[in-house]
Nanobody
Framework: QELLVESGGGSVQAGGSLKLACLAS????????MNWYRQAPGKPREVVAF???????YYSDSVKGRFTISRDNAKNTVYLQMNSLKPEDTAVYYC???????????WGQGTQVTVSS
């Protein structure tokens, strides 16, 4: 059974840093894209960043220049280094894996990130 487990969330003051990790296990398909999403209270889930197998990356405008996504394909793990955190980054952060051709997606359970001013 597919299982994605996020770690590294927590509470930090504005300007601080956190590094999230997501380990994907039991994945039976080839993972084309590994994603980070977030959802703040009362807001829809939004994409933060994603990375392809080849290392191509995408960042939302709100985190560009502050967050860095990376991936260890051998370990089926994706990371999100978050620097210069702002209170508006407060959210539950979720990772997701995609197989594009088979239209398969799995989600992690989420990890809370709280940034205080």
């Amino acid at each position: 059974q597919e299982l994605l487990v996020e770690s590294g969330g927590g509470s930090v003051q504005a300007g601080g840093s956190l590094k999230l990790a997501c380990l994907a296990s039991g994945i039976t398909y080839s993972i084309d894209i590994m994603n980070w999403y977030r959802q703040a209270p009362g807001k829809p889930r939004e994409v933060v960043a994603f990375i392809t197998t080849g290392g191509e990356t995408y960042y939302s405008d709100s985190v560009k220049g502050r967050f860095t996504i990376s991936r260890d394909n051998a370990k089926n793990t994706v990371y999100l280094q978050m620097n210069s955190l702002k209170p508006e980054d407060t959210a539950v952060y979720y990772c997701a894996t995609d197989n594009v051709a088979k239209q398969l997606r799995d989600w992690g359970q989420g990890t809370q990130v709280t940034v205080s001013s």
